[in-house]
């Protein structure tokens, strides 16, 4: 059990980087505002909601560029991003049972 919590933790921090990540881009960041329909302001309270960190990740991964940006400047194995991904709630296929 103690693996699992490891796991998230460690997805969570990979997860944490990503939104600094995109926050700080000025092309990146009205991108995923758009494609999440969140507001700027509403960042802080949408990253506690189930699922949001795990979209951050999807985000991120859906574009090879973004990614190989975000591995290369974070020092984050693009492999460890979509690991990371599986780990959070909402971020498998198996959605009843990964919250």
């Given at each position: 059990?103690?693996?699992?919590?490891?796991?998230?933790?460690?997805?969570?921090t990979?997860a944490?980087?990503?939104?600094?990540?995109?926050?700080?881009d000025?092309?990146?960041?009205?991108?995923?505002?758009?494609?999440?329909g969140?507001?700027?302001?509403?960042?802080?309270?949408?990253?506690?909601?189930?699922?949001?960190?795990?979209?951050v990740?999807?985000?991120?991964?859906?574009h090879?560029p973004?990614?190989?940006?975000?591995?290369?400047?974070?020092?984050?194995?693009?492999?460890?991003?979509?690991?990371?991904?599986?780990?959070?709630?909402?971020?498998?296929?198996?959605?009843?049972?990964?919250?």
């Open positions: 059990m103690a693996n699992v919590a490891s796991m998230r933790e460690e997805a969570e990979i944490v980087k990503a939104l600094a990540f995109v926050a700080s000025p092309e990146l960041l009205p991108r995923f505002l758009a494609i999440t969140i507001e700027a302001h509403s960042i802080r309270l949408a990253a506690g909601e189930p699922g949001f960190l795990a979209g990740l999807q985000f991120i991964l859906a090879e973004t990614l190989l940006r975000f591995a290369e400047e974070t020092g984050t194995p693009p492999a460890s991003v979509g690991k990371a991904l599986r780990a959070l709630p909402l971020g498998d296929d198996n959605h009843e049972h990964s919250i």
